[in-house]
């Protein structure tokens, strides 16, 4: 491998950024040249497929907390021509901490998406907006340090809604940020912990924030 001594580090960063936007363009300019041939004949154009790495954090009014979120990955299937969009959230586990009537509290908090998140990209502006149906389940429940079981089926009772739109800045290419608020419903299958849970942590007023990072192309499935 023949390696290149007299590049600066601000030219070889520019270079990868170069290629990066080039490979995610080689991926969309073929969908968005089908969908410009098939737009006069009615025929559907093949969605655009884009990943994005995602962060960002959700403050649970309830609790007064703020839980880390990520890293994760939104994958994104988009009609160029409509602006239709679903996606798939994969988040890992959060844990999180805060006190309870001065009783230090720490839980984890589980995301499962229950169905793929739907919205749509104003094909004009490049402004999104998501909805998502996420069921919240709780483990590793500790007040005061002491281990309370919650059992493997602690979880609110219907998913909550997340609605989603992108803030100023936001580049469907480069990516930016998504923001909205939801309500977060009473838990069920907790044990004994069910009614001390319902008593701080359900309600409405929580925020949440994902960042995405620049869009790749999928990685080929393995054969």
Sequence with gaps: ?????????RRSAARRATVAV???LGCIAPALAAGAAHADSGAAAAPVRLDYPITGT??????????????GTLKTSTDMTT???TAQTQLPDAPGSFRALGIPVTVTTEFNEEEPTTGTLDVRTGE????SHLTLRLKHLKIGGIPT??????KTKTPAVIDLDSEPGFNVFKGGKLSGTYTVPEFEHCLLATPVINSMVPGDGNTLTLVLDQASAPTPAAS
Excluded: E, F, I, K
């Design 58 to 71: 959700t403050h649970l009014a309830g609790t007064g907390s703020d839980l880390a979120l990520g890293p």
């Design 1 to 9: 491998m023949r390696r290149t001594l007299s590049a600066s580090p």
């Design 22 to 24: 080039a490979a995610v």
């Design 83 to 85: 602006g239709a969009l």
């Design 149 to 154: 079981p919650v059992g493997p089926y602690c």
């Design 128 to 131: 999104v907006s998501t909805t």
